[in-house]
């Protein structure tokens, strides 16, 4: 079973952290939802409350095929808390997957992950990451996927569906939701 761990900061963006959380456990991803708080409700920025699986301090020292980072104003909150960056580098350097939607791809940046590097992000960080392919709403450069934000979500689900499992079952998933 594939493994991934999700983080959710306050002010997740909610579409970017839910549908690939249920595309992901449809395909039978064994996801992690783990707050970065010591809380287990986790306030998206438009009021919808999740309560995580656990907590990132709880799941420290394990490892998963993916780590997804969703986007929206609680990425401030990602890049400000050492344990993201130790996360995202355990991750890089491994065998997993990173996945970053929206503004969050500035969490790879701040780990050096992005020099020389194909990838997407929500313009409104266009200061920040200056060759983000903007005409492509998701992009897959090695073991990273980044995609542009909530208007791209199901896609990212969907290409995590096919890069975890196999593009046969990402095509049967998004049958399913009428993709």
Partial sequence: MHTVLVLLAEGFEEIEA??????????????????????MHVSGRNGVTLHADTTLAVVEGRSFDCLLLPGGPGVKHLRADPRVRQWVNRQHSGPGWLAAICAAPTV??????LEGRAYTAHFSVANELHHICSDQRVVVDGRMITSRGAGTALDFGLTLVEKLFSPERAAEIGRSVCA
């Avoid at 992901?24 to 970065?36: C, D, K």
């Avoid at 790879?108 to 992950?113: K, P, R, S, V, Y």
């Fill in 108 to 113: 790879l940046q701040d780990a050096g992950l």
């Fill in 18 to 39: 839910i549908t690939p959380i249920d595309l992901l456990r449809r395909a039978g991803a064994e996801v992690t939802v783990a707050a970065l708080s010591e809380g």
